[in-house]
């Protein structure tokens, strides 16, 4: 499978492909393993992390509260608007941002903080 950020930059990254990534992940396993996540909630957030990707294509005009503010860097704010299968994660979408996200959706980014 190319890297995540390959499908980025060539627009064909896919929901499932965000879902697969996130499977690869211990703290996923471990959360599945446990029961602290379920199938259900492993889906809702491969959908939020592709809402970004979208985001950042102009496929989606705006993102939500906590979508928002991950992508400005807001960790209160995060914390804040994250819904229960979320707040468990927040650590993995610093890694996705970082290591599968154009450094320039920081720049895009800025944009949707009030000056």
């Not at 959360?31 to 294509?57: F, P, S, V």
């Not at 914390?79 to 959706?105: E, I, M, Q, R, W």
Request: net charge negative; charged share 25%; glycine share 4%.
């Amino acid at each position: 499978m190319p890297e995540l950020l390959d499908k980025w930059l060539d627009k064909t990254l896919r929901r499932d492909d965000i879902k697969e990534w996130l499977r690869e992940q211990g703290q996923i396993r471990f959360l599945l393993e446990k029961g602290a996540l379920t199938e259900d909630d492993l889906d809702h957030i491969a959908e939020c992390m592709h809402q970004i990707y979208r985001w950042y294509h102009g496929e989606v005009p705006f993102l939500g509260h906590f979508l928002t503010a991950v992508v400005t860097n807001n960790f209160m704010d995060a914390c804040g608007y994250a819904d229960k299968a979320n707040s468990l994660v927040l650590p993995l979408y610093a890694t996705f941002l970082y290591n599968h996200a154009p450094a320039n959706y920081r720049e895009k980014a800025k944009k949707l903080v009030p000056t």
